[in-house]
């Protein structure tokens, strides 16, 4: 069974990731920081404008190709392994 945990569309930056994001924009695409800076400040989590459209695509795509993607489900399945299997699964 394969899976995929998708939280949502769109990007996050820790501390140190987002000067460095912002210093790149600066450095190939003057001027675009500053829009960055206007829509998102300096937020840890920023969701993708095309977040709906983008999560059904997932969706759509997940299904078609019969990967799990239902959050709840995963960890449901996640839940039927015994703690041995589990840290047995976390070393590969």
Same mark, same amino acid.
Request: proline share 2%.
């Given at each position: ?11 996050? =930056? ?13 450095? &190939?695409?003057? *001027?675009?920081?500053?829009? #960055? ?7 840890y989590s920023c969701t ?5 459209? =983008? ?13 799990? &993607?239902?959050? *709840?489900?995963?960890?449901? #399945?996640?839940n039927e392994f015994s ?10």
């Amino acid at each position: 069974m394969h899976g995929i945990l998708c939280f949502g569309i769109g990007t996050t =930056l820790r501390d140190g990731d987002l000067e460095h994001f912002y210093a790149a924009l600066d450095r &190939h695409f003057p *001027g675009l920081k500053q829009k #960055y800076i206007q829509k998102y400040g300096f937020c840890y989590s920023c969701t993708s404008d095309n977040h709906p459209a =983008l999560m059904a695509l997932f969706h759509d795509e997940c299904e078609k190709h019969g990967v799990m &993607h239902d959050v *709840g489900q995963i960890f449901g #399945y996640l839940n039927e392994f015994s703690d041995q299997e589990l840290r047995q699964l976390s070393r590969l």
